[in-house]
């Protein structure tokens, strides 16, 4: 199948006249489980309503980056694909589970720091840069360039510039469900702007530069030795997502949908 293309400048290496490839905005591995029997996917408006769902084919894309022919890895397509597939081997469907966390309630996931801290700054630059309603947060100010440039140049940066903070929530019938996501949102964390949105069923937390956090945050953001620590909670202990989650996944019943399919 030939996918249509389209000619511009890419925002990421900035050349002009580039083939852009049709991004997808959150990397394809994460919408598996969002997809009902018709492939098609249930979306959601940060603040919609729950009586018009909105159902589209195929996760938000854009033309956005330049690169990436039919199975061919190249341009900056392709630079972000390879980190997508690391992500996609620690978190695509089935690959975490939750519910079988020790004691501590920490999931531990090994990563390798480089690719997957690299991931974690193209998601949150790829939301800077869409122009999808349902995906943008609007500009980072004087960061995005700084961001921009490190992505470019594949350098993951120290753990305190553009750390993440991943957790798992566990539904009010305390299962853990991947086929969920929200719309990105601003918010406060620790004195920061941060942007939130959940992706597969667990939260990420985003910032320019890590705040002053308890220890066990910062150790929850992606470091250069050992894994990726993921804190598993009931989702009631983060009041703007439990609200999310009662008012527009539990009451359009996706879940329901989906065992039946
Ligand atoms: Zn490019």
Redesign the pocket.
């Known amino acids: 199948v030939k996918r249509p293309r389209t000619i511009g400048k890419?925002?990421?290496?900035?050349?002009e006249g580039?083939l852009l490839a049709h991004s997808h905005i959150i990397p394809e591995f994460n919408y598996e489980e969002l997809y009902d029997e018709k492939h098609r996917l249930r979306t959601f408006e940060g603040d919609g309503t729950v009586e018009d769902p909105k159902w589209m084919q195929k996760g938000i894309r854009e033309y956005l980056?330049?690169?990436a022919r039919e199975g061919i890895r190249e341009?900056?397509?392709g630079k972000l694909s390879v980190w997508e597939s690391h992500a996609a081997n620690l978190l695509g469907v089935g690959k975490i589970d939750p519910l079988k966390v020790p004691q501590n309630k920490i999931l531990e996931i090994p990563i390798q720091y480089k690719e997957f801290k690299l991931y974690g700054m193209s998601l949150i630059w790829r939301l800077a840069v869409t122009s999808q309603r349902n995906l943008a947060i609007g500009s980072l100010g004087k960061t995005q360039e700084t961001l921009r440039q490190a992505i470019e140049a594949e350098n993951p940066l120290e753990p305190e510039m553009f750390p993440f903070y991943i957790r798992a929530f566990l539904a009010p019938d305390g299962n853990f469900y991947s086929d969920w996501m929200s719309s990105p949102f601003w918010h406060d964390f620790y004195g920061k702007r941060a942007v939130s949105m959940a992706i597969g069923g667990l939260t990420y937390t985003f910032v320019a530069r890590t705040p002053d956090v308890p220890e066990e945050i910062r150790l929850a953001m992606p470091q250069m030795q050992g894994g990726l620590r993921i804190p598993v909670a009931p989702i009631s202990t983060w009041p703007e997502y439990d609200d999310f989650y009662r008012k527009q996944v539990l009451a359009t019943k996706i879940h329901a949908a989906k065992r039946k399919a």
């Not at 890419?10 to 050349?15: A, F």
């Open positions: 890419c925002p990421l290496c900035l050349e580039k980056l330049c690169g341009g900056c397509e």
